[in-house]
């Protein structure tokens, strides 16, 4: 069992900068993927960028540039360094985790709320 807790949203203007955070029950390095995902109002919940047990990471297109994914393995906890936010980028960010072996697991955290105003 993994307990997820997201934090750091918040209202900000078009331009802006949040950082989000992830804290993790676990060591972040025992865990095979983490990742954030963003829900806008309406729509279904995207990958955003993931994080793999040795460290690599992938963003996706949609934020490439603009958003940093990376992790503090001695604190556990799970980052998501998001600039020159967008009104789109408005949403619902989560935290999710997936373990491969030896057991599957896909645990997600409560979720934290960006608004961006334009």
């Known amino acids: 069992q993994v307990h997820l807790v997201e934090s750091g949203g918040g209202l900000v203007q078009a331009g802006g900068s949040l950082r989000l955070s992830c804290a993790v029950s676990?060591?972040?390095?025992?865990?095979?993927?983490m990742g954030w995902y963003h829900q806008a109002s309406g729509s279904e919940r995207e990958p955003l960028a993931t994080?793999?047990?040795?460290?690599?990471?992938f963003v996706a297109d949609s934020v490439k540039g603009r958003f940093t994914i990376s992790r503090d393995n001695t604190k556990n906890m799970l980052y998501l360094q998001m600039n020159n936010l967008k009104p789109e980028d408005a949403g619902t960010y989560y935290c999710?985790?997936?373990?491969?072996?030896?057991?599957?697991?896909?645990?997600w955290g409560q979720g934290t709320q960006v608004t961006v105003s334009s």
């Open positions: 994080i793999i047990t040795d460290g690599t990471t």
């Open positions: 676990k060591s972040v390095t025992s865990i095979n993927i």
């Open positions: 999710n985790a997936k373990i491969l072996l030896p057991t599957r697991g896909d645990y």
